[in-house]
C-alpha cells in the first residue's frame, strides 16, 4: 500500500511538472549569426561600450555589433592570442580585453594597444574585468591574483596581501565602489585599500553554498548575486551579512553556474548545462527555466548582458541571442495543446488569466505558474456557450458576453452563474464587449446598448436593464466597443457610423463631419493624459482630445491601418493590437515601436477587442496562435535609437571629424558614414538628412552613406537623424560642421589688395602711359628738330656750295673721282632719309652713314681732316644709337675747328668698356666762327635722356674735345 501510495503521488507530481512546463508563458529568443565565415567559435564575453556598440569576446577574437551586422576586429600582431577571454567598457570610450594567455589590450578609436602590467608578467588566462568611474582597472588573473591598473600605477594582490586563493574567476564593482572577487577560495569583499585587513572572505562557512565562486554579478548595493561551481545560485545580503539560496539551488547537481543578469524584478542565470534560470527575487519569487524544450535553444550560457535598449544578450556556445525578457512573454500550449483561436481573454484581480476558445472556457494563474488548468463552466448549462467578451465586476465576479445568448455573471469562488438575456432586459443577445464602474455594467450589442446595476453579493443580484439604441440618439445600433473613462463618459465605437460618447445623459456622436474619417470604430482606451484613443477599420488609429481628431496611419509608424484592439499599460504606452503584430505608441512624443517577427509576433491575426489589462497594467492579448503577455518598463519613447557619426571622408579619404573641420577649395567631395543604433528591430530604421548651406529641406533616406560632391566655399553644416518608425518628432539628431575656404584669390583681404593692387597699376599704368606719350612727344620733338637742322644744315647754301665747288674741282681733275663724290652724295642722302624715321640704329647702320659724309668732306678738306674708327664686331652689331648721332659730332667739329695742312683736324671714334662710344678730336678754333645755334649737341643729349635716362658726358681738356655717348643695348 505504501509503495502505491508513493507511486500515485511520484505520478502527481510529474503530472504537476508538465502542466508546469506547458504553462509556462516563455521569452521570445532570437538568434544572432555571429561569424558569416563558419569560422567555429565560442563567446567567452560580453559588454557594451559608451558609444552603445556591442562586443563579442571570442575563442576566433573580437567582434563588434551595432545591429546591422558583425565586424571582426583584426587584431594587431602584438596580440599573441585570437582566443579573447574577458571584455569590459571603458567608462571614456573605447574596451579593455584579454586574452588565454595573459595579454591585456585597450582598443579605443580602432587602435589597439597593450596594457602594460609593470614588472608583472602575466602567464595566466585573463578572468573578470571591472572598471570604476575613476577609470581603475580590476582584473581577475586565474592563476596570479587581482591585478589592479590605476593609470601608470600597477598592483598586483594575491593571498600574500590577504586574497584567499590566487585563481580568480571573476571581479564585479558595486554601486558604493565595493569590490567583489571570486576565486576558488569562495567570496572576497574589498573596500579598495591595499592591505590585508581589506580583503573580507566569506566561504561555506559564512553561509556560501559553495567555496569556488565563479560569477558575481553586484549591480545592486544591496544585494550580491552569486554564481558557485556546484552550489549553484546564492544571493548575499551585505547590510545584513547573509547568504539567501533560493530554493531551486538548495539542492543543486547541474553543473557551474557561468553567468548571471540581475533585471527589474528577476535575476537571470546562465548555467553549465542547463540553459536559463529565471529566478523572481521580488513578487512570486517563481522560478522558470528556459531550455531547449521552453523557448531558448542553448544549453551552455557563458555570458549575459542587458543593453540601453534593455534587450538581453546572451552567449551561448557559439550563439547570440536576442530577447525581450519578462517584457514580451508568450504561452502557445495549453494542457499540453496548441493554444489556438483566442476570442476573448481577461486578467482579473486574482491574477488569473480566463481564455475563450472554440472549445470553452479556460482560467489559470498568471503569474504564480502553479500549473493548474481551470474550466469554469464545465458541469453548467453554459459550457458550450461561445463566449466572445469578458468583464470582472467591483464584486469579483466574471462578465461573459456570449454571441448570440446573452451575458452570464459567474462567481469564480462558488461557482455560482446566471445568465441575462433580452427577457430580463438585455436589448440584444450578441454582446461584442462589457465595461463597467463601481456598481454599473454596460454591454455592447449588435442591437444597442444596455445597463444595469448590481447591489447584492448574489450573481442573481442585478438591477433592471435600461438600453440605449438610435432612437435614443446613440450612432448606430452595432456597438463593437463600450468604454468608460476616468470620467465616467461612456464611449462607444459602432460600425457605421463613427464614435458616440454619453456624457451629462446625452449623446455625442462623432463622424467625419468632425474630423474622424473611419466610420467602424473597433476598440477604445484613454491614455495618461485623459485624451481619447479609439482603433478602426481602415484608417489606424486616433486621439481625441476633446476638440480636434488626430489620425495616425503608417505613414505615422504604425505597421497596420487595420486594428483589432487598443489598450494602456502601467506605463501609460498605447498598445495597438493588429493581424501583422503589435505595435507600441508613446503618447507623449507619438514614437511608435513595432513587435513583429524579429520578436516571434507575427501573423498573430487577433479577434476584435481580444486584449485585456490587470491590476499591474500588464497586457494580455489573446491571438489565433496563442496568449502574449506585455509588459515593458518605460515608455518606449524615453529610448531613442543611437546616431554616430562614423566617419568624414574627403575624395573618399578618411579625415579626422573631431579635429579637422576645414577643407580647402579644391577638397570640395565630402562624403559622411554615419549609423543609428536600434537593436530590437534594426531594419525599422530610417533616416533623415540635410546640408545647411546647400540644400535646407530634410530628405529620408535608409542609406547610411551620403556624398556632396563639387562644393563650392562657404560655410556647412551637415545635419542626420534617425527614427524607428518615419516619425522623426524628437528624432535624435548630430551635427557636423565645417568649411570650405575659398581659394587666395576669392578672400576678401586678397580681393581688397587685388583692388588696391589693380588701381594703382591702373594709375601707374595711366601716369606712364602719360609720361610715355611726353617721352615720345618729346623724341618726336626732338627728332623733328633733328631731322630740320640736319635737313637745315644739308641745304645749307655754304655746305652746297662747298660740295658742288669739290665737285667741280674733281670733275675737272679726276672724272671717275667725281661719279664716285656724286654716288657718295646720293648715299648720304638716301641713308638720312632711311634714318631720320627711326628712334635708335644700330652702330653699324651709323657708321655707313659717317663713312659717306667722311669721304664727302674728305674731297673737301684732304688729308687735312682725318678720323679714325676703332669699334670692334661687337660693337657694331650689339648695340645701338639715335640716328645721325656721330655725324653731328663730326659736323660740329668741323664747324668749330679750322682745317688746313698747318692745323689738321683729327677725330677718334672708339669704345670705352662697351658701356660709351666716345667721339675725341684735337681743338683748332677758328678765328672768325661760323654762325651756330647750338641745336645740334642739345638736341643729341636730349634724345638719350628720354630714350634710356641716360646723360651723354661731355669734356674739354688737355686740347680736345670729347663727347661719350651712352651705349643702347
Known sequence: MQVLNRLTILIAILLFGIQTISLAQIPFFRSIQVSKTGVPLKINGICQD???????????????????????????????SPDVSSVSALPGGGIIFGNRKGGIFKLIKGAIKSVSTGTLVVRSSVGGMAVNQQNEIFIALQGQGLLKIAG??????????????????????????????????????????????????????????????RRIDASSENSVGIGTEEGGFSIYYPETNTFFTPEFFRDWSKGSITSILKLENEYWIGTQREGIIDYEFKGYKRTRQFTKNLGFEGNFVNCMLKDHEGNLWIGSGSELYMSLGEKIEFKRELNGAQLTNIHAILADSREKVWISKDDGVFCYDAYMEKGIVDEPLQGTPFSSLNVISFYEDKKGFIWMGTFDKGAIRFNPLTKEVKLFDESSGLINTSVLSIDGNTDEVWFATLGGVSKCSFTGTEVGDVGNFVSFSEENGLGNNFIYKVFIDSKKRVWFGTDGHGLSCLKNGKFINYSEREGLKSRIIYSITEDPYGNIWISSATDGIYRFDGTTFRNFSVAQGLSEINVAAIRTDRKGNIVVVHKKGVDVMDPSNYQVVSFSSDMGISNIDPDINAAAVDNKGTVWIGTQKGIIKIALDARVGSRKPVLLLNDVFCFLEKVDSVAGNKFSYDRNHISFDFAGIWYADPQKLSYQYKL???????????????????LRPGDYEFMVRTSINGNFIDAPTISYPFRISFPLWQRPWFLILSAVVLISLFYWYLTARDKRIKSLQAIQKEKIESQYEILKNQVNPHFLFNSFNTLITVIEDDKKTAVEYVNKLSDFFRNLLSYQEKDIISIQEEMELVENYIFLQQKRYGNNFKVNIDLPSLVLEKYSIPPMGIQILLENCLKHNAVSRETPLVVDIYHENYEYLVVKNNINEKVIKDPSTGIGLQNLKNRFQLLNQQVIKVTNENGFFIVKLPLIK
Not at 567582434?63 to 558583425?70: D, I, L, N
Not at 545647411?692 to 563639387?710: A, H, K, L, Q, S
Open 50 to 80: 559608451s558609444n552603445k556598440f556591442i562586443w563579442l569576446a571570442t575563442t576566433d577574437g573580437l567582434y563588434r555589433y551595432s545591429g546591422g551586422g558583425f565586424e571582426k576586429v583584426l587584431l594587431k600582431e602584438t596580440v599573441e
Open 152 to 213: 601608470d600605477q600597477i598592483d598586483n594582490f594575491t593571498t600574500d596581501d590577504g586574497l584567499p586563493d590566487n585563481y580568480l574567476y571573476d571581479v564585479a564593482i558595486d554601486p558604493k565602489g565595493t569590490i567583489w572577487i571570486g576565486s576558488d577560495g569562495g567570496l572576497t569583499q574589498w573596500s579598495g585599500k591595499p592591505s590585508k585587513e581589506a580583503f573580507q572572505n566569506f566561504t561555506t562557512v559564512n553561509g556560501l553554498p559553495d567555496n569556488i565562486v
Open 692 to 710: 545647411n548651406g546647400y540644400n535646407n529641406e530634410w530628405i529620408t533616406t535608409r542609406d547610411r552613406f551620403i556624398t556632396y560632391p563639387n
